[in-house]
């Protein structure tokens, strides 16, 4: 039941973590497609707009080259007059040359608003007040183009075409006098230019568009995978930090507890037994209360640096293991050092983990080892520094200790481990009951 209950709740781990790398990775696909539609759309637009400029330019050179070309060299003088005859003539040739699937009316204008000729009869011989547009067309020699007003009365017969294109422009009678050549295209042949110029550009626009989404999701979900690692690292790191942390208060408030405080106890209880003799304090009882505040005293101070390191970047890494080995030695532990092959030079992590490494295994040797002697061999060894630290101890099982006991004894030692693997080193135990115990650690030099 406790390895099925263990299972699943790796899955339903398993479950959240996917869940919540899937979820920024879906809200960037969202966005992804947000950011398609509203680049089709104005892709779309523009295209249009584009379209319909190009077409409205090749509907004004379509009318200058009809108006110029065919139109102005069949108009006479005698058009000027509304002559039956003359248009005709001229209604053959436009029906013929001009007229087409996109140019559904021509008008030919006086300039005092006369219509001289159109291809319906019935407007031949009206006239209209010309537009502002129009007379400057006449004036300034120019090709203007415009959506028509179908509301005019003199485009009352285009209205069923709904929508129309004018394209307007001055051409000359043989005696110099300008008239207006006026035509009318169907407006949804600019649209269907538009709509070309949409579909010719759509594909590789929004294809393009597509295909960087297809490639930045897989990017997304990787980004995001290692993100949530980074996250699941950061927060192992924060639970060892802590359980670290209580775990050394515990072992402190135990030293405290077991030795200093006890000794100190012992001491006053000591003095207070001498100050009720008759001949007061024998200066035997003196000296050994004095010897155990000063045992105490080493004690506490011991302690200080265990809680407060010392800056290992101004003493010196030497110098800071002699004091760890000096608790030993009030413990009755024979010590040896050995720094011969240290740099002075060691970047400050690197030492720290090595000091770390040193205080774990001395705290070990007095407080589990039962040991005589204890060597410590601090130094450089090619391209990584080393700390070991070689006990003559009753030793452990290093597997049946981890397996069985995974949450007791030990903890600075897994937590040396993980910090070992942090920064690309290693530390290795090797032990056994009663062949004592040795602790190595070897961290690159960076």
């Known amino acids: 039941m406790g390895e099925r209950g263990e299972r699943r709740g790796r899955r339903q781990g398993e479950r959240r973590g996917w869940v919540i790398v899937a979820i920024p990775v879906l809200q960037f696909a969202l966005a992804g497609v947000a950011a398609l539609v509203i680049v089709g759309l104005a892709v779309s637009v523009a295209s249009r707009r584009v379209g319909e400029r190009e077409a409205i330019v090749d509907a004004r050179s379509e009318a200058l080259a009809k108006g110029q070309a065919v139109v102005q060299p069949a108009v006479t003088d005698a058009l000027l007059k509304v002559d039956p005859d003359t ?9 013929k040359q001009v007229l087409s699937s996109s140019i559904v009316r021509v008008k030919i204008w006086r300039a005092d608003g006369t219509i001289l000729y159109s291809d319906e009869e019935r407007l031949i011989g009206a006239r209209y007040p010309l537009g502002a547009e129009e007379v400057e067309a006449l004036r300034k020699d120019r090709v203007q183009a415009e ?13 069923p075409a709904k929508k129309l294109l004018e394209v307007y422009l001055p051409i000359r009678t043989p005696d110099g006098t300008r008239v207006l050549f006026e035509t009318y295209f169907r407006y949804d042949a600019v649209v269907s230019s538009g709509q070309e110029v949409w579909r010719a550009f759509a594909p590789l626009s929004l294809g393009s568009l597509v295909i960087l989404e297809l490639v930045q999701i897989p990017l997304a979900w990787g980004l995001a995978r290692r993100l949530r690692r980074r996250q699941i690292e950061r927060e192992r790191l924060l639970d060892r930090a802590i359980g670290a942390s209580a775990h050394e208060r515990r072992r402190i408030a135990a030293d405290l507890h077991d030795g ?4 100190l106890a012992g001491v ?3 003095l207070a037994a001498a100050a009720r003799q008759p001949d007061g304090p024998s200066p035997e009882a003196l000296d050994s209360a004095a010897a155990s505040v000063r045992s105490s005293i080493e004690a ?3 302690l200080l640096v265990e809680i407060y390191p ?10 800071a293991i002699d004091d760890l080995l000096s608790r030993a030695t009030a413990a009755g532990v024979e010590t040896h050092v050995d720094t011969s092959t240290l ?3 060691l970047p400050r992590p690197v030492a720290e983990l090595l000091y770390r490494t040193v205080q774990e295994a001395l705290r070990n040797v007095v407080g589990h080892a039962s040991a005589t002697n204890a ?3 601090v130094g450089v060894d090619g391209s990584s520094a080393f700390a070991e630290v070689v006990d003559d101890g009753s030793g452990f099982d290093v597997e049946a200790t981890s397996a069985s006991r995974p949450d007791e004894g030990h903890v600075g030692l897994r937590g040396l481990r993980d910090l070992a693997g942090d920064v690309g080193g290693r530390l290795t135990i090797r032990s056994a009951p009663g062949a004592g115990t040795t602790i190595r650690m070897e961290v690159p030099i960076r």
């Open 147 to 159: 959506v028509s007003d179908l509301q005019r009365p003199e485009n009352r017969f285009e209205r």
């Open 260 to 263: 200093v405080v006890q000794d």
């Open 87 to 95: 248009a005709e003539a001229l209604d053959k040739i436009v029906r």
């Open 310 to 319: 010392p800056d290992l970047a101004q003493e010196g890494l030497a110098p």
């Open 343 to 345: 740099a002075a030079n």
């Open 268 to 270: 006053s209880y000591a």
């Open 375 to 377: 060597t410590v061999s």
């Open 300 to 302: 506490l101070r011991t």
